[in-house]
């Protein structure tokens, strides 16, 4: 798959999403993001793209996983102090932004993950991936409804699980 103006384009918007709640002297910037990701992408198959979705799918977990590397270097460079949040809106069951931080979050998606894989993919491609509910449904090939009730389940566990780590 190429990537295209457009489908660069939503990359950029999901990955500048990332970023808006960070301090403007971030040291890793949206369009970097992309292109790193972009990077980690471009050793695969274009073939084994299917569909748009399943690209930005593979996208937005590569996003993720450079996300948490660059958190991590920059938390081991502070030993520990300054790990950058993100507002995770869309988790906290009121529609109140709630600041997570990444490693966090991605501790929590890879316990989702152990229990129940395809709510872990759903928090993914909503979060990280920028897909709408049918675009997941379509992704996954299940129907709207279950993706509605998956992600509704996943935002719930979400929240009670960084409650746990905050509270740690």
């Known amino acids: 798959m190429e990537l295209t103006p457009s489908l660069y384009g939503h990359l950029r918007a999901i990955a500048g ?4 709640a960070q301090s403007s002297n971030h040291t890793l910037q949206p369009t970097a993001l992309v292109n790193e990701a972009f990077i980690k992408l471009s050793g695969s198959d274009a073939a084994a793209f299917v569909s748009r979705e399943h690209f930005v799918s593979v ?3 590569a996003m993720r996983q450079i ?3 660059h958190a991590r270097a920059k938390a081991a460079a502070k030993r520990g102090g300054g790990i950058p ?9 009121d529609g109140g932004a709630r600041i997570v931080d990444l490693i966090a979050l991605d501790s929590a998606l890879n316990a989702l993950a152990e ?5 872990a993919q759903v928090v993914e491609l909503r979060y990280f991936g920028g897909l ?4 997941i449904a379509e992704t996954l090939e299940v129907s709207v409804a279950t993706i509605e009730r998956d992600w509704k389940k996943a935002r719930a566990w979400l929240v009670v699980h960084l409650e746990d ?4």
Request: charged share 25%.
């Open 67 to 69: 996300l948490v590397d």
């Open 85 to 93: 949040t993100q507002t995770l809106t869309e988790v906290q069951g």
């Open 59 to 61: 996208a937005a977990r």
């Open 132 to 135: 709408s509910v049918p675009e």
């Open 115 to 119: 229990l129940d894989p395809r709510h």
């Open 165 to 168: 780590i905050d509270a740690s």
């Open 17 to 20: 999403s990332y970023f808006r």
